[in-house]
């Protein structure tokens, strides 16, 4: 008589198993029996089922308590209790991924046989890693073990009525078992626990705590991590862009601001000019449109406080050259870490290009000053109508511990235009200085701009409010590939702007009538440098044409000017300069970079204040490699409704033709409505938590605990279903095998 | 410094506490949990008849439930419930009793007990959990069993369509009726709290996922019920009365391949599915006409 | 007392329903209730009874009959109900349920044959078929046993040391519908008699327990032998619950089995319900002729008086069972166990009589032809059908 007792979960076919042993030994003629203990449990419980195997009639109807081997269907079985009763010479299976070795001490002295059935049986699509059906796998491992040949395998999975897949995994298990017989001294069972006491029904006792751990029937877990949302890994500016907006969401405008000021001193600005990569990046624009969280910032600058301003306490001063978003930033970052810090502009008014470039229906005197004034507030020094060049910067670097440069871009490109009519062409960063200072009329003019940018199209629309006649924006590539922010493209069309795609000038003559612009048409050809499609004259015969005008506005972007720079000097990646004698020098902003954003200035600016402060103390402040950014994938994105993206309230068309009022208004609060709230309950909460309770409210156990600002998933208890982990909108929650 | 409470602290007075010994992913266990909070502290006296929720019990002398239960005789709940609740009564106590029951202990073998204490209007509320099974006794096919399911006794898949049990309560005229899923918390919190506001027979009934029947993969048990309800398959309404109807949620288009195609019981079913799309359509033509005839104020 | 013309199933109604309203300063009482022939009448009467603190819950079923007292009584009232023959045999499981769950439930039975083909005559069929449920087992030989009976079965099967539900049988038609002059007895001598119904497992929020949930077969064995103690423990709690009826009644009912007249008899008869009258009939005219013969009547099935049993026949030589059921393959159930109490008497002759099943009526010229045929044994043989007249 041979005695056999399986020991896996509930559904996991031990009972089969026993059936297929004793299967293969009838039909060799022998007498066989198989049975299972059948209990309260379900599927995942720890239970066990038995064979005999016998040449004559079996008549033993008792359970199996001295086997002669065991098999073990599940890694997360294993453990010394299968050696209860288990013969000497008897043979411990086991499904492992680990070869019998890695058993030397928990089976020390025992014959032990190892398979990874589970993977070879999910490689057959026997049931999935979650829930691998391993049985038919195991059964070719202990036909090695049993003395059944694997002809005796297939013959019983066919009486049995097993297909292809079965066999082909018992085949796999039969050649890829690995046996050995450990060395050292036979390894015990631990003792069984006494009983427990036998209850009667009208006990005290009745009604206590069940006693099972249901974690034991587990074969994963919940585990918890935390992802880098895509919005703040798309924010030039570092800015926490979830966080701040969870806190308008909580109508914690406060905190909102506290969170923005962390990483930027302008979120009035942003608020109203970024051109928002964080909304490209953000998830939702593949469920329905991105959050707006350009307005959320705007939201929260306009309605929260902002902290008391700390005072410098170090005494190396710092000399920053530039006040416009990168230099700004610099002071304001160099401040908070204590530094005093001086600021030198060549204007009469600080701010740089949010000043001179950005027209004020956009960006409103007030809300700069008020956020400059901030800046200042943190004891910042100003020079204002100082012009700094190449020596005055050298001087700077020996009179301050660090200097930083932001100067941004000062030269602006130039289209190769002929013609007798060129007098008529001018810049449009100039055009808008001018525009702001009231210098400038046009009372019927024709105008036209030439690129795509912000600038082109803010020159088209102050144009407009100064009483053009007419607008036209050209562009040689199409609306699609226009680098300005789309919304400012849309604003600009409702107050009367024209655009003219696939247009590039050529030449710009005058005739009896007056001034012409001969233009070529473009169209698209293949992808270049920068991703988007490179325009290419169109040839056909009418590609050429002319446009009336009486002006004409270049907007094709600038560059930065470096002539302030030292010679023998060389801006490396990080924006440190080489090569000079005094103290070091850090360029940062469009000046160093070219990247042309309010947002890529301040974090250039901050990022200059770190390098100064980590070459003056040691001490480094840029975080850590950051966490895995939220793929669209980890978001269930069925769990959340669709939800109309809340937009700003705009000063109608019509009212603004004819002034620089802010033309967005923001977000508007009414009696009922509260769309900031609402917006910023669109946030996905991309891989961070926060706090929604979905994992607690939909576990089945009720063992997903509060534990002070997080969860705690009480394992004794969790069965591994994993409906917390498909519950978790936001990715944080995954199940990690056991 | 910070104690970790003991399970006892943290459980024992849960209606549903750890260690008990449903499958993992089980979809009544979420549902006790909802019941529990819906009723906001008050603590249930349960009734139970033989089903998978009794066993949820686990072994004498311990169990699962922290609120007093009743397991009654299989086709006995409702008749056990009207006994609890008429001596709650007579002693002026408030507590709610709940009949917990599967869907063979309502649709079958305990429809009369059902239907008579529904007739009697007593105060019972009485909750379904309805996973279309008899999951208790390995998988068979009950009167709740849908259209094409594969089942120990249906192997073919089942060639009946599914119990409108639904219907037959609100031809008791019962005052509260109503369908609810695991997969739409506040909706299944707010029906409950109805529910327990409303004095009488209530019935409540919720698709409870089961994967160890339906085969299924317990991660998926909620979303397989959301699934259901978007495509129609698993309409939410109310019913006041009996005779006046309110529609919670209409289909949403999801397709009813998202559930179908996640549940190896329906191997049967065409790819197209067919024969659902076609229960769905007369469910719905027959929900949305008695909502025109029968409207419940307000809704 | 109100000395009334009754039917035996007014009198057991109105028994029943006393024994409620004694429970009124306590968690009050219910009924589930479900007509049956010849039943009916007492749940009619229930149901017309103006309870100060009770329901009589009109049910679709004998099956959820028991289960609304099953209900009742795990919510601590004092339970009963009543039923007969297919009504019985629908009830069953939850008169197991009843036992097991030790609630201390009162069960009238009337008794009338199974069927079908139907039948409504009276026949023990219908509440034997429940002598192996946790069940106390009595039967009523007269109005007056009956209404009696039932107050003594609510106080032994709530006593703390039973808690197990009792059945009170009485016979169909012959007493269920009999007129019969009957001391009814005074609701506050009642109110007297029964202590308020304590059951100390109930349903209360202070102690969630589950009532039925599972058991291991440790556990399990273990209540069974706690329901075996329980009913070992009955004569004991019998005997003070007759005196006590004694001492607030002033009479004293039958005990769990009577014996008349066996001290110097040769022969001993036994009956149960109404056949005891008769017999006693027939045993007091044949002693007046000198006849050293006795009678036992046998009220009590469960627990079964052994020991009583023993003692009454000590001195017997012959012992004749009147069975009015059968159960098909053996014999009569009562005789079955007389049999086996008497294992330990190999000399006495223990012979079973099958008599007045389907409802026949058994006359006293049946039950001299018995005695003759027992008297004329030698050893006992198979049992023996009876046939009667009518």
Known sequence: MIELTIYGRGGQGGVTLAKLIATAHFLRGKHGQAFGVYAAERSGAPLQAYVRIDDNEITNHNQVYEPDHVIVLDRTLINPQILTGLKPDGWIILNSPDGPDAFAEQFSGWHVATVDATTIAVSNGLGTRAVPIVNTTVLGAAARVFDMSLEDVEAALVEVKFGGPNIKSAREAYERVQVKRLKGRLAAAPSAPPKE??????????????????????????????????????????????????????????????????????????????????????????????VNVRELERYAADHGQRPDPVKPWRKERMAVVGSGPAGLSAAYHLARLGYPATMFEGSAEL???????????????????????????????????????????????????????????????????????????????????????????????????????????????????????????????????????????????????????????????????????????????????????????????????????????????????????PEGSEIRKDGTLLGLSGAPIFAGGDFATAEGTVTAAIGSGRSGAWHIHRTLTGEDLFPPPSEPVAEPDVITMHLFNHAPRENSVMLPAADRRHTFKEVRLGLADGPDRHPAVAEAGRCFSCGVCNDCDQCLNYCPEGIVLRDGEGYRFDYGYCKGCGICSSQCPRGVIYMSEL | MSTVASPEELYCHNVLRPGNTNCAGCGMSIGLRWLDEALDGEKPTMVIPACCGIVTAGAFPTTAYGVPTAASTFASAAAVASGVSAVYALNGEPDVVVCWTGDGGTYDIGVATLSAAAERNDDILYICYDNEIYGNTGGQRSSATPELAVTSTTTKGKSERKKDMMAIMAGHRIPYAATLSVAHREDFLRKIRTARKTSGFRFLLTLSPCPTGWKSDPEESVDLIRHAVRSGLFPLYEIFDGIRYRLNERPDGTPVEEYVTRQRRYTKVPTDAAPLKSYIEDQWRYLDAMAKAFPMEGA | MARAMETGNHAAGYALAVAGEANRDARGCACGAYPITPQSEIIEFLRGFDFTKGRVIPVESEHSAMAVCIGASLAGARAFTASSANGLAYMVENIFAAGFYRLPIVLIAVNRTLGPPWNIWVDQGDSLMLRDAALLQFYAESHQDLVDTILVAFRVGEDQRVLLPALVALDGFVTSHTQMVVDLPERELVDRYLPHCNIPHRLRGEHPATIGGLTWPRETEHHRVEIQEAMERVPQVLAEALDEFEHVFGRRPHGALSAEHTDDADTVLMACNTMVRTLRNVVTARRDKGERIGMINSKMFRPFPRQELLAAVSNAKRIGVLDRNHSPGSGGIFWQEVAATLQSRPDVIVQDYLVGLGGGDVTPEVIDEIIDDLNAREKAGEPVWKEVAA
């Open chain 1, 197 to 290: 006491p036998v209850a009667g029904i009208l006990d005290d006792v009745v009604g206590a705590m069940p006693r099972i751990k249901t974690g034991s029937w587990a074969t994963r877990q919940p585990e918890r991590q935390t992802l880098t949302p895509p919005c703040n890994h798309g924010c030039p500016a570092g800015n926490d862009v979830r966080g701040f907006v969870e806190a308008v969401g909580e109508e914690d405008y406060d905190r909102a601001m506290t969170i923005l000021l962390e990483t930027s001193p302008l979120p009035g600005v942003c608020g109203r000019v970024c051109p928002a990569p964080c909304m490209e990046a953000c998830n939702r624009r593949l469920f329905d449109e991105p």
């Open chain 1, 351 to 565: 701010g740089g290009v949010l000043r001179t470039g950005i027209p004020t229906y956009r960006l409103p005197r007030d809300v700069l000053g008020e956020e400059i004034s901030y800046v200042l507030q943190h004891g910042v020094d100003v020079q204002s109508g100082r012009f700094i060049d190449r020596a005055d910067l050298l001087k700077l670097s020996h009179e301050y511990a660090a200097v930083f440069v932001g100067t941004g871009l000062q030269d602006s490109r130039n289209l190769n235009i002929s013609g007798s009519a060129t007098d008529l062409m001018e810049q449009g960063i100039d055009f808008l200085d001018r525009v702001r200072q009231g210098q400038v009329r046009l009372d019927g003019e024709h105008v036209i701009v030439v690129g795509g940018g912000n600038t082109a199209v803010d020159a088209a629309r102050s144009a407009k409010r100064i009483g053009a006649g007419s607008v036209r924006i050209v562009y040689r590539r199409t609306r699609a590939e226009m680098p300005a922010i789309k919304e400012e493209v849309d604003e600009g069309l409702e107050e009367g702007v024209t655009l003219h795609e696939l247009v590039m000038p050529l030449r710009l003559d005058r005739d009896g009538l007056g001034p012409l612009l001969t233009c070529q048409r473009m169209r698209l050809g293949e992808p270049d440098e920068s991703g988007r499609p490179r325009p290419i004259p169109d040839t056909s015969e009418d590609a050429q044409f002319d446009l009336r005008c009486n002006r004409v506005i270049l907007a094709l972007g600038q560059t930065s000017n470096l002539a302030i720079l």
